[in-house]
């Protein structure tokens, strides 16, 4: 069979349909065909197969244990009550090892088998819920501030980035076709206005930040809105460009980078804005080499003037001056905060965003009998955070206390005993599902914390928040390039240690050990954390401490300069 180029099978899918229904309908394989591989990304789905069981199998002359993940388009992971219900339904029946909470804010079912792939996406529909453009290289989910503090604001926010992430959705009725069996409508594929026959030369993600919390890390957003709020109003978003956190391992050509604030927009302009960043890195991406084709590199080869006015040409309008703003942190608050209305909203510690029943507690029936109290009641939600937690957001005062005891009798309020270094950790999924992956994440998270809080311990640290993340290859979906301490995977049971970056996500850490075991992880860090403690500044944290004892020389903050600038 030839192999064809992504570009290729882009150009001639007929609007991302290919031979998807032949592929789903073959008995003979638990996979799809090569070419359908790519196209199912932009339905929400990709195939991966069991790692762990690649070898028996190999040795037992059977196929891989075929697989699917499907992930859902939920804008900013805002969920009622009757959806989680229903989501939770389809993981218990179709899926395994329960739901999974992303890092943009969507849930993830892992282990679903081809021959109820559709019935699955079906399921997910009736819940009102799609996943049309969760994957691919089109703009993937949205995310946006779960910020409980400024409730009348957010749901502003959100009603825009929502309407954003619709009008940025793929023109074709493929999706509807092929999972939902609606019928075809005769004539040539449909044309899209935004992303034309080829789509984008990368996938594009864009984040809605709302001051003082950046806890959807908006600098490693390919677009990041910055709202800025004047006295208790919207007055618009500062606009950020080229952040990116994929990278290639010994690859120079290929890096992090954190985005440019390249001016203001408007509330009404927002739209405007996103459509002219998207078409012009549709138009100026590198479709030669992937590796090169997200927008940060066009930024990079182009130059940020060069982009800003392309931009302000296709809108038709000039930015405005960026205006102040301040980030505290990039991590999420805990516990119950109120809101402007008499509401109160509950953060809740899901470590590596995975709601399951064992024997940590009964983490995934707890929420669903959280899902059943509320979902009679106008308003409750259930939000998704960027950093893998739960919200459960909008409880009138008649229903707190019920929440609580479901919350303790399920082992879901461990934020109320971890550690801030546990309640900040984060880790991609990896092994043994993630074909990409090169070391355990998600798996080897609980156990390294443990090796990380005694260390802590050690130097009386137990308290000081510092922010870990975990990454199974150097693509970056749990954003390690942010973490004051990061592990990102290179070989089974082999980090590449990395340092340095600030707890707003506006400085990047720093490579410090380039291939190192669990050992040489603690042998780097032991004299550092002794150091810290003994040498800190009052309230100073890990990576700032790092930086200003010259332990790591960090690339230089361009969102911090430009931050100071604006102000």
Same mark, same amino acid.
């Given at each position: 069979?030839?192999?064809?180029?992504?570009?290729?099978?882009?150009?001639?899918?007929?609007?991302?349909?290919?031979?998807?229904?032949?592929?789903?309908?073959?008995?003979?394989?638990?996979?799809?065909?090569?070419?359908?591989?790519?196209?199912?990304?932009?339905?929400?789905?990709?195939?991966?197969?069991?790692?762990?069981?690649?070898?028996?199998?190999?040795?037992?002359?059977?196929?891989?244990?075929?697989?699917?993940?499907?992930?859902?388009?939920?804008?900013?992971?805002?969920?009622?009550?009757?959806?989680?219900?229903?989501?939770?339904?389809?993981?218990?029946?179709?899926?395994?090892?329960?739901?999974?909470?992303?890092?943009?804010?969507?849930?993830?079912?892992?282990?679903?088998?081809?021959?109820?792939?559709? =019935? +699955?996406?079906? /399921?997910?529909? &009736? $819940? %009102?819920? #799609?996943? !049309?453009?969760?994957?691919?290289?089109?703009?993937?989910?949205?995310?946006?501030?779960?910020?409980?503090?400024?409730?009348?604001?957010? =749901? +502003?926010?959100? /009603?825009?980035? &929502? $309407? %954003?992430? #619709?009008? !940025?959705?793929?023109?074709?009725?493929?999706?509807?076709?092929?999972?939902?069996?609606?019928?075809?409508?005769?004539?040539?594929?449909?044309?899209?206005?935004?992303?034309?026959? &080829?789509? %984008?030369?990368?996938?594009?993600?864009?984040?809605?930040?709302?001051?003082?919390?950046?806890?959807?890390?908006?600098?490693?957003?390919?677009?990041?809105?910055?709202?800025?709020?004047?006295?208790?109003?919207?007055?618009?978003?500062?606009?950020?460009?080229?952040?990116?956190?994929?990278?290639?391992?010994?690859?120079?050509?290929?890096?992090?980078?954190?985005?440019?604030?390249?001016?203001?927009?408007?509330?009404?302009?927002?739209?405007?804005?996103?459509?002219?960043?998207?078409?012009?890195?549709?138009?100026?991406?590198?479709?030669?080499?992937?590796?090169?084709?997200?927008?940060?590199?066009?930024?990079?080869?182009?130059?940020?003037?060069?982009?800003?006015?392309?931009?302000?040409?296709?809108?038709?309008?000039?930015?405005?001056?960026?205006?102040?703003?301040?980030?505290?942190?990039?991590?999420?608050?805990?516990?119950?905060?109120?809101?402007?209305?008499?509401?109160?909203?509950?953060?809740?510690?899901?470590?590596?965003?995975?709601?399951?029943?064992?024997?940590?507690?009964?983490?995934?029936?707890?929420?669903?009998?959280?899902?059943?109290?509320?979902?009679?009641?106008?308003?409750?939600?259930?939000?998704?955070?960027?950093?893998?937690?739960?919200?459960?957001?909008?409880?009138?005062?008649?229903?707190?206390?019920?929440?609580?005891?479901?919350?303790?009798?399920?082992?879901?309020?461990?934020?109320?005993?971890?550690?801030?270094?546990?309640?900040?950790?984060?880790?991609?999924?990896?092994?043994?599902?993630?074909?990409?992956?090169?070391?355990?994440?998600?798996?080897?998270?609980?156990?390294?914390?443990?090796?990380?809080?005694?260390?802590?311990?050690?130097?009386?640290?137990?308290?000081?928040?510092?922010?870990?993340?975990?990454?199974?290859?150097?693509?970056?979906?749990?954003?390690?390039?942010?973490?004051?301490?990061?592990?990102?995977?290179?070989?089974?049971?082999?980090?590449?240690?990395?340092?340095?970056?600030?707890?707003?996500?506006?400085?990047?850490?720093?490579?410090?050990?380039?291939?190192?075991?669990?050992?040489?992880?603690?042998?780097?860090?032991?004299?550092?954390?002794?150091?810290?403690?003994?040498?800190?500044?009052?309230?100073?944290?890990?990576?700032?401490?790092?930086?200003?004892?010259?332990?790591?020389?960090?690339?230089?903050?361009?969102?911090?300069?430009?931050?100071?600038?604006?102000?």
């Amino acid at each position: 069979m030839t192999a064809h180029s992504v570009e290729d099978i882009k150009k001639n899918s007929r609007a991302l349909r290919g031979t998807l229904l032949d592929s789903l309908a073959d008995p003979i394989t638990g996979a799809i065909a090569d070419d359908d591989q790519t196209l199912i990304k932009y339905h929400g789905s990709y195939q991966q197969d069991d790692r762990d069981l690649r070898e028996e199998r190999r040795q037992q002359k059977l196929e891989p244990a075929y697989q699917f993940m499907i992930r859902t388009r939920t804008p900013g992971g805002v969920i009622t009550p009757s959806q989680w219900l229903k989501l939770d339904a389809i993981a218990s029946t179709y899926a395994e090892r329960g739901l999974r909470i992303t890092t943009r804010q969507a849930i993830q079912f892992h282990g679903v088998v081809k021959r109820e792939l559709k =019935a +699955t996406m079906q /399921a997910i529909n &009736a $819940a %009102l819920v #799609d996943t !049309l453009a969760a994957c691919g290289d089109v703009n993937r989910n949205v995310a946006i501030a779960a910020n409980p503090l400024q409730s009348d604001v957010h =749901a +502003t926010v959100y /009603a825009t980035a &929502a $309407a %954003l992430s #619709d009008h !940025l959705l793929p023109n074709t009725r493929a999706y509807h076709e092929i999972w939902l069996d609606e019928e075809r409508i005769a004539g040539t594929p449909e044309q899209d206005p935004i992303y034309g026959e &080829a789509y %984008l030369p990368r996938k594009f993600k864009i984040g809605f930040a709302m001051p003082p919390t950046n806890d959807v890390d908006v600098f490693a957003q390919d677009l990041g809105f910055i709202a800025v709020i004047e006295g208790g109003r919207l007055a618009g978003y500062n606009v950020a460009v080229g952040g990116g956190m994929g990278a290639t391992h010994g690859d120079p050509e290929t890096y992090p980078r954190i985005a440019d604030v390249i001016g203001f927009v408007a509330p009404h302009d927002v739209i405007a804005t996103a459509v002219a960043v998207v078409t012009t890195q549709r138009d100026w991406g590198n479709r030669a080499q992937r590796k090169r084709a997200r927008l940060k590199y066009t930024i990079d080869d182009r130059g940020l003037d060069a982009l800003k006015a392309e931009v302000e040409r296709r809108a038709g309008f000039a930015l405005a001056p960026a205006r102040s703003f301040r980030f505290d942190h990039n991590g999420d608050r805990f516990g119950w905060v109120d809101g402007h209305d008499g509401r109160a909203h509950l953060t809740l510690r899901i470590l590596s965003g995975r709601l399951q029943d064992g024997t940590d507690g009964a983490l995934q029936t707890g929420v669903r009998e959280i899902a059943q109290l509320l979902q009679d009641i106008d308003g409750a939600q259930l939000r998704l955070t960027p950093n893998q937690n739960l919200v459960v957001a909008n409880v009138d005062a008649a229903h707190r206390a019920q929440v609580d005891a479901l919350v303790a009798a399920h082992g879901l309020d461990t934020h109320a005993r971890a550690t801030p270094s546990r309640l900040a950790a984060i880790a991609c999924v990896a092994l043994p599902t993630c074909g990409l992956a090169m070391a355990e994440a998600e798996r080897y998270l609980p156990s390294f914390i443990d090796t990380f809080e005694a260390l802590l311990d050690r130097h009386g640290l137990c308290d000081a928040p510092i922010h870990l993340r975990i990454s199974g290859c150097p693509n970056g979906c749990s954003r390690p390039y942010l973490g004051e301490v990061a592990l990102v995977g290179k070989a089974p049971g082999r980090y590449a240690l990395r340092l340095g970056a600030d707890h707003r996500g506006q400085r990047l850490n720093t490579t410090y050990r380039e291939n190192v075991d669990q050992t040489g992880i603690v042998e780097a860090l032991d004299p550092l954390l002794a150091r810290y403690a003994a040498e800190r500044l009052p309230a100073e944290r890990f990576g700032d401490f790092l930086v200003r004892a010259r332990v790591i020389d960090p690339p230089r903050p361009i969102a911090i300069a430009l931050q100071e600038a604006a102000a």
